[in-house]
Nanobody
Framework: QVQLVESGGGLVQAGGSLRLSCAASELTISNHVMGWFRQASGKEREFVAG????????YSVDSVKGRFTISRDNAKNMMYLQMNSLKPEDTAAYYC?????????????????WGQGTQVTVSS
């Protein structure tokens, strides 16, 4: 059974940094586009960043450009999200996900496997 496990969330002050990790099992991530999503309390889940199968291409939502960096290590079956200059509005549960498509996507419905989420809270 495919499992995605996120880690690295926590409480941080505005301007601080966190690095999220996503460990995959029973799945070879090099065959899949992957992404990070987030869901704030009372809001819909939203796309944050995605990365191609090789890791050579990445894309992100405008609100995190220049602050968040997505990466992957296919040899370790891991994906990461480096988050710098965090803002209170970044507070959310963050989820890693595996896409069913071969090309980049930002749509929730295009991602088949999901982790359980890790909470990121940014205080002002």
């Amino acid at each position: 059974q495919v499992q995605l496990v996120e880690s690295g969330g926590g409480l941080v002050q505005a301007g601080g940094s966190l690095r999220l990790s996503c460990a995959a099992s029973e799945l070879t991530i090099s065959n899949h586009v992957m992404g990070w999503f987030r869901q704030a309390s009372g809001k819909e889940r939203e796309f944050v960043a995605g990365i191609s199968r090789s890791g050579g291409n990445s894309y992100s939502v405008d609100s995190v450009k220049g602050r968040f960096t997505i990466s992957r290590d296919n040899a370790k079956n891991m994906m990461y999200l480096q988050m710098n200059s965090l803002k209170p509005e970044d507070t959310a549960a963050y989820y890693c996900a595996v896409s069913t498509l071969l090309s980049p996507s930002t749509a929730v419905e295009d991602f088949r496997y999901w982790g359980q989420g890790t909470q990121v809270t940014v205080s002002s």
